[in-house]
C-alpha cells in the first residue's frame, strides 16, 4: 500500500529520544516494534527490531536503538 502520510499509529517518534522513531507491525497476531531513523529527510535507516511481549517498550531495547543511532551517524563523519 502506498500513502502520502503514515499514520501515527505506524510510525511515531520516540518521546525523549531525539530523531528516533519507532515503526509498529502487526503479522498474526504478533506486534513486531522496529526503530529507526531519518537521514537528510528521505532516507529511513532501520536500527534493531523486536517482539514487543508487553505494554512497556524494554529499556535496554531503546539505548541499544541509540547506540546504533550514534554508531551510523559517526560513520558517516
Same mark, same amino acid.
Given at each position: 500500500?502506498?500513502?502520502?502520510?503514515?499514520?501515527?499509529?505506524?510510525?511515531?517518534?520516540?518521546?525523549?529520544?531525539?530523531?528516533?522513531?519507532? @515503526?509498529? &507491525?502487526?503479522?498474526?497476531?504478533?506486534?513486531? *516494534?522496529?526503530?529507526?531513523?531519518?537521514? =537528510?529527510? %528521505?532516507?529511513?535507516?532501520?536500527?534493531?527490531?523486536?517482539?514487543?511481549?508487553?505494554?512497556? @517498550?524494554? &529499556?535496554?531495547?531503546?539505548?541499544?536503538?541509540? *547506540?546504533?543511532?550514534?554508531?551510523?551517524? =559517526?560513520? %558517516?563523519?
Amino acid at each position: 500500500m502506498q500513502v502520502d502520510k503514515v499514520p501515527e499509529k505506524l510510525l511515531s517518534p520516540m518521546t525523549g529520544y531525539e530523531g528516533l522513531y519507532e @515503526i509498529r &507491525i502487526e503479522y498474526q497476531l504478533n506486534i513486531y *516494534r522496529v526503530f529507526c531513523c531519518f537521514d =537528510e529527510g %528521505k532516507l529511513i535507516v532501520l536500527f534493531n527490531g523486536f517482539q514487543k511481549k508487553t505494554q512497556k @517498550i524494554p &529499556i535496554s531495547e531503546i539505548e541499544k536503538a541509540m *547506540r546504533i543511532k550514534a554508531t551510523y551517524f =559517526e560513520s %558517516k563523519k
